[in-house]
């Protein structure tokens, strides 16, 4: 099984500055998928970005972008120029290729300082 | 385009009874899965239908938990009878194609 984690269970930070989100995987396939969710207190899983394996480019959505190390099987998180909206809890997640199934990390909660 | 619907938003029940949630996927998604979620914990994947068969339901405690996808679009995912362990968070999500997992807003259970 596919391990996901999440070392820090929660992050501040002021708004309008950056913060950064650490998830490390492990997993003994070269195809997958890592992705973030956002779920504020609606409880609303929310998909932020999306990285796939194959593409050594970092994706980058607005003000989100990650850092994909495969090779370090990390897979950290950037939201730059923080805003209130962003409070809420993140996860990271895994899934193969092969298999469709969804592995989540334990998340980590983030607040916004006005 | 819409969403994936669940209800009830919200279910509170005492221990041993039974319990009934139901997901409407966003139309034309094959894929449908529920999750559970206890509180402070990621969601955990409790079964995977493809169309109206199941895929995957090896976290399924099937001596209480069962679920269906008839005709291959709304599923109900039931509870009998119902533990404390069971509070949770229950989500619904469907997918076309890898990698686009859309997920619905969820069912609070509370078990008292």
């Known amino acids: 099984a596919q391990t996901v984690t999440q070392s820090q269970p929660e992050m501040s930070v002021q708004e309008a500055e950056t913060v950064t989100l650490s998830c490390t995987y492990d997993?003994?396939?070269?195809?997958?998928?890592l992705f973030w969710y956002k779920q504020p207190p609606s409880r609303q899983m929310i998909l932020v970005i999306r990285?796939?394996?194959?593409?050594?480019q970092n994706a980058t959505e607005n003000r989100f972008s990650v850092n994909f190390q495969k090779a370090a099987k990390s897979f950290s998180l950037k939201i730059s120029d923080s805003q209130l909206g962003d409070a809420a809890m993140y996860f990271c997640a895994y899934l193969a290729v092969n298999d469709y199934k969804l592995s989540f990390g334990a998340g980590t909660t983030v607040t916004v300082r006005a | 385009e819409a969403g994936v619907a669940q209800s009830p938003r919200y279910k509170i029940i005492e221990k041993r009874q039974s319990v009934a949630f139901w997901c409407n996927p966003i139309s034309g998604h094959a894929t449908l899965y529920w999750y559970q979620q206890i509180l402070g914990q990621g969601p955990k994947l409790l079964i995977q239908?493809?169309?109206?068969?199941?895929?995957?339901d090896s976290q399924l405690p099937k001596d209480r938990f069962s679920a269906e996808r008839l005709k291959g679009v709304d599923s109900t995912l039931k509870i009998q009878p119902a533990k404390l362990e069971d509070s949770a968070v229950y989500l619904c999500a469907s997918s076309l194609a890898p990698g686009e997992q859309y997920f619905g807003p969820g069912t609070r259970l509370t078990v008292t």
């Open positions: 239908f493809q169309n109206n068969g199941v895929v995957d």
């Open positions: 990285q796939e394996a194959y593409k050594q």
């Open positions: 997993t003994s396939e070269s195809d997958y998928y």
